[in-house]
């Protein structure tokens, strides 16, 4: 149980262009989902927290209008970079958490822009 | 502010013998802690969790250590195999049973398991 999925794996695209990224609960509903930024060979950062059926709550730092979070339901919130630029390249990971345990990660999306 | 840290940023072991991995913590208001194992280009594994009113849980090869008073968080791996190398990270955070608080990670440990 407590499985968490993310799509997609990989994705390379244009600078200037937009790129949306899903996370799922496979076998759980998942009221606040979470999303990370991980740079090469260092920890996660939290980018925001996705409430289902609320606005997210960005971290300082993170443009809430370039970093789009939407949590549809409860087993689904996307995260949309918008007008990315070269230095938006990095591994987004997705948590969420489960009641009494957790949170479980994703499995990573590799974004790459050129 | 608070964080939560490592003491060594790499380990290397001999197949077949035991590790630990260390963690300091510093936010004395956290009373859920969890280790994650994180492999190449993947995302974080959820490995063991420990609440502070424990000082001690085993899992399958695995247990950690929570010592509330140095505020220390250990993660021992029993028989290390090759499939364990990877980085490891430590998580805090706070008012599990509540309104949690955040999950702050800290830096990682990779650890290396020669054949």
């Known amino acids: 149980g407590a499985v968490v999925s993310q799509h997609p794996s990989r994705v390379i695209c244009k600078s200037g262009t937009s790129v949306k990224i899903e996370c799922r609960s496979l076998d759980f509903q998942a009221t606040t989902m979470f999303w990370y930024r991980q740079f090469p060979k260092q920890s996660l950062m939290l980018m925001a927290t996705?409430?289902?059926?609320?606005?997210?709550?960005?971290e300082q730092g993170v443009e809430k209008d370039k970093f789009l979070i939407n949590h549809a339901s409860l087993t689904l919130s996307t995260l949309t970079v918008t007008s990315a630029h070269p230095e938006d390249s990095s591994f987004y990971i997705c948590?969420?958490?489960?009641?009494?345990?957790?949170?479980?990660f994703g499995p990573g999306t590799r974004l790459t822009v050129t | 502010g608070e964080s939560v840290g490592l003491h060594l940023p790499t380990l290397s072991v001999q197949e077949g013998d035991n590790s630990i991995i260390n963690c300091a913590y510093s936010?004395?208001?956290?009373?859920?802690f969890i280790w994650y194992k994180q492999e190449s280009g993947k995302g974080p594994q959820f490995i063991i969790d420990i609440r502070s009113n424990m000082d001690k849980r085993q899992g399958q090869r695995v247990t950690v250590l929570l010592n509330k008073t140095v505020k220390h968080l250990s993660l021992q791996i029993a028989a290390t195999q090759p499939g364990d190398s990877a980085v490891y990270f430590c998580a805090e955070t706070w008012n599990y049973g509540g309104s949690q608080g955040n999950l702050i990670f800290g830096k990682g440990t990779k650890l290396s398991v020669k054949p």
């Open positions: 936010n004395s208001a956290s009373d859920y």
């Open positions: 948590s969420a958490r489960v009641r009494g345990t957790g949170p479980y």
């Open positions: 996705s409430n289902e059926g609320s606005k997210a709550t960005y």
